[in-house]
């Protein structure tokens, strides 16, 4: 990735440049798609009222939808292919999920504060895919694996 080009110090750089971080940093990103995916379809009825909960009817297909974009946009990411294709529904549920679920505006008190704080972590969320997105079709210069 030839990172000491960016100017980090030579020990960063060395971290930064071994073939095992990228895969490793690309799981992590989407561990809690994964995770949720998987919960979600070990106990669809529970995904299902989840979803109705939320207002979003019917609640099975939401829930589906859900359940593939988690584990489809999540390998996407990981294994590094259609990376824009993973990336993007991975963001685009989780848009959907922060204005549905984390409606701050609404809210006061404790709830206001938990809401507002999970709102922006979503946000980060949704800008940590963009970026993974951004740096997919960069092509590591010392020939190693990248986070292409």
Known sequence: MNTRA?????WIATLLDQPWLPPMARAALV??????GVAKLANFHAAVHEQAHFGLHPGWLWAALAIVVELGGSACVIFSRFVWLGAGALGA????AMFVANDFWNLTGNAHFFALNAFFEHLGLIAALVMVTCVAGIKPSSGRAGFH
């Open 93 to 96: 549920l989780t848009a959907v």
């Open 31 to 36: 561990s809690a798609y994964v995770i949720g």
């Open 6 to 10: 960016q100017g980090n110090p030579h």
